[in-house]
């Protein structure tokens, strides 16, 4: 049964193929196809919503309305078909058909071969009481539509439309309009008749009937009012129909995307090319539902889809500047990101990114500082420090490591500057409490790094750390503070094996001998050293064992990400 299904399913498909071009599509547009749309003419075709019909190309005008009346579910005499015509000033508008003469006439005559059909179809509206459309007198009556402007929102709505005589005074289809839109019926009006795209003229003959004052009135003409009677500002921007549709010219469609999530689609948003940087983040802004000074804003690069450096807030361009390597149809793109500081205060400052550690060494958490650019390290410090929920029980004071294939190399100074710090490589930096202990250190005693490593030096993995030595310490007492500090059972802990490493070279501690500690064995390691390019290499505690982590820790200091830029 169902491979018989199948099989009647493909025959009706052979057969509609077969039979394509013995028919044609209508679409049709209603009232509701016109509302939202804010530019010229009634509708945009690429996205207003419109219903699709398929008619045979011989069926007649009668047949096909019937067809329409059906499916639509109006009876017949409560639409009204209006063909969609492209007029000689560039514009889609409404056009007169005489159903009574051409009921009878084959739809491709009718609508000259075209492919779909495009029509506005009128209908009674719902909460009439009338049961039919009003006839048409042929010789007087013109069907017009109207928009409504809002200056104070920069906002064009459809308002309506409606059969006038042609001989109406101009002034008195104000309190049809008044109706329309929803106002006390001697509300005072602007009138503007929209002659083609981004072109309007303004009405001033209030006395003049409209055969007179429309230029060559006709079917579809639209009207667009406002509000004579609004006390606009300066600081409205477009105070008036003429200037609106001025400045649709220069309306366009930009995406704004988040730049810390490449999986983002974004959201679009209409701005003018003409809107400087503030007009554009105040837009955003109210989008996201922020302060304009939150957000940081990234040209798209002009050779493939992505981010490039940042638009500085003071930039004196306008948005047609920032979108220069966009061709007319390309879609614009725009990236952004949110900020926890203002953006003008983030210019005066040096992004800073860097691992913080607990004093037990299992937490790890990134930090995105933003000390100042000519700042040193002792101000990183206290940026991190608002970050950090300090524990009473802490020293209460950090330190900033430069941490190299999970090894420490180095102790930074607070008094070096931040330009000399770079990220780059296998490089990290690392902030941590400063132990108590170690705020204070007495003669023979020295700090040492301490690392993981796994039979070659080169394979070292696992959270660094310092461990403060005494010289002619046994090494017994060492190991106990190690296993504490780890926090690692005897059973695991026996399995570890302890070495002095020095550039790649690995000298296992003998434990049977009651190895003691012998500051000469570290000589050259100063860890609090300053920077420097050609310093000597410098010793480092090895614990040797397997790496049992289950998975890579969250922030890998040997590895970086590898990018693939299709």
């Known amino acids: 049964e169902r491979l018989q299904e199948e099989k009647r399913q493909e025959a009706l498909r052979r057969k509609e193929r077969n039979e394509a071009h013995l028919f044609m599509n ?47 579910k109006y009876p017949l005499n409560a639409m009204r078909i209006w063909p969609i015509i492209s007029r000689a000033n560039e514009t889609m508008r409404p056009s007169s058909l005489d159903f009574d003469s051409e009921s009878s006439r084959p739809i491709t005559d009718i609508c000259e071969s075209q ?42 709505s459809y308002c309506g439309h409606g059969l006038l005589s042609c001989n109406s005074r101009t002034r008195d289809i104000m309190p049809f309009l008044n109706k329309k839109a929803g106002y006390p019926i001697d509300t005072p009006l602007e009138l503007y008749e929209e002659v083609k795209p981004n072109m309007v003229e303004r009405i ?49 469609e930009v995406t704004f995307c988040d730049k810390t999530n490449p999986s983002d689609v974004g959201f679009i948003i209409e701005l003018s090319l003409k809107m400087n940087y503030e007009q554009i983040a105040n837009a955003v802004a109210q989008r996201l539902g922020t302060d304009p000074y939150l957000i940081q804003f990234f040209k798209n690069q002009s050779y493939r889809d992505g981010p490039a450096g940042p638009l500085r807030c003071n930039y004196d361009g306008t948005l047609k500047d920032i979108l ?61 420090k608002k970050q950090i929920e300090m524990n009473e029980d802490w020293s209460q004071k950090l330190r900033l490591l ?64 310092l461990l403060k030595l005494k010289h002619k310490e046994m090494f017994t007492s060492v190991k106990d503070r190690i296993q504490k500090k780890l926090d690692i059972p005897d059973k695991e802990f026996e399995k570890y094996k302890f070495a002095l490493v020095t550039t790649g070279r690995i000298q296992f501690i003998n434990e049977e001998n009651e190895y003691v500690i012998n500051k000469e064995d570290f000589h050259g390691h100063t860890i609090n050293s300053p920077l420097q390019n050609s310093s000597p290499p410098k010793p480092w505690l090895g614990l040797e064992h397997v790496n049992k982590a289950p998975k890579r820790s969250r922030y890998n200091y040997l590895e970086k990400a590898i990018k693939i830029h299709n």
């Open 204 to 252: 001033d003959d209030l006395d003049a009937p409209l055969n007179k004052v429309l230029d060559e009135l006709m079917d579809g003409d639209i009207i667009v009012f406002q509000r004579a009677d609004l006390n606009l500002g300066p600081e409205c921007e477009l105070p008036n129909v003429k200037e609106y549709f001025k400045d649709l010219l220069f309306r366009v």
């Open 26 to 72: 209508i679409h049709i547009f209603t009232e509701d196809s016109f509302m939202g749309h804010k530019g010229c003419d009634l509708y945009d075709s690429e996205k207003s919503v419109y219903k699709v019909f398929k008619v045979r190309k011989q069926s007649t005008l009668k047949e096909a309305a019937e067809l329409i009346a059906e499916q639509m």
């Open 324 to 384: 220069v390597y966009y061709k007319p149809r390309q879609p614009k793109k725009i990236y952004y990101q949110q900020l926890t500081i203002r953006i003008n205060e983030l210019e005066n400052k040096k992004p800073f990114k860097c691992i913080w550690v607990n004093s037990k060494l299992k937490e790890e958490k990134e930090l995105q500082l933003y000390p100042n650019k000519n700042g040193t390290v002792h101000d990183l410090i206290e940026e991190a």
């Open 402 to 465: 430069e941490v190299t294939s999970y090894k420490i190399h180095q102790i930074l100074a607070e008094d070096i500057l931040l330009e000399c710090l770079n990220s780059t490589g296998n490089k990290t930096y690392r902030i941590e409490e400063t132990p108590k202990d170690e705020l204070r250190m007495e003669s023979g005693e020295f700090l040492v790094p301490v690392a993981h490593f796994h039979k070659e030096a080169y394979q070292t993995f696992g959270v660094p750390f």
């Open 115 to 156: 492919n779909p059909w495009n029509i506005f179809l009128e209908l009674i509206e719902p909460d009439s009481e009338v049961q039919t459309l009003s006839k048409i007198d042929k010789e007087s009556d013109v069907l017009l539509f109207f928009k409504l402007y809002d200056p104070k929102n920069c906002f064009i």
